[in-house]
């Protein structure tokens, strides 16, 4: 293994435990504030909705800021409306597993529904947080038809210093069939 490979992994061996430990505190929080407003007499439907909510924001913010945090951030906006759809297929994951894993295996519930959350969390969650809802960077823009692309040319050995140029090349426009 080579040295940048090893700091490439070592990089998202750490994103992944700061993705995960985001999803512990989130999961927590959630816990927490169930728990204390069940307490309190809070119909539990309504404790579940507000620890739901709490927890998803918290973990939303860690993984945005801390686990995935990176120099080119998408938007609030639309890294929010991902993660929202992220979540809400993953609550449908879920839900599908622990019923397959509960009913159908006939797993006592507990573990049946923490086993399909862990392997939903691992196999759904942390790939669509990590490459679609948090990804590094947004992908290139594609130019519109007949405008120049830069291109990158180097001068040649008569000059010592290597140094970069962009140089436009025109590209063509695509065919819209035959006249």
Known sequence: ???STGRGLAAEIGR???ANLSSTIASGLDYLLVT???VAGVHYLVAATAGAVTGAVADFSLKRHWAFDRAVKGTVQREGLRYLAVSGASLALNLVLAYALVD???LPAVPGVIAASL????AWNYPLHRYYVFRTSPR?????AGVAEPR???RTAADPTPKTS???TPRPAPSRGSP
Do not use: Y
């Not at 392997?119 to 691992?122: N, R």
């Not at 290139?140 to 519109?144: K, L």
């Open 104 to 106: 159908g295996l006939r």
């Open 36 to 38: 204390g407003l069940v």
């Open 119 to 122: 392997v939903v969390g691992f």
């Open 152 to 154: 990158q040319v180097r």
């Open 1 to 3: 293994m080579t040295r």
């Open 16 to 18: 992944f435990v700061r």
């Open 166 to 168: 962009t140089v436009a």
């Open 140 to 144: 290139p823009s594609r130019q519109p």
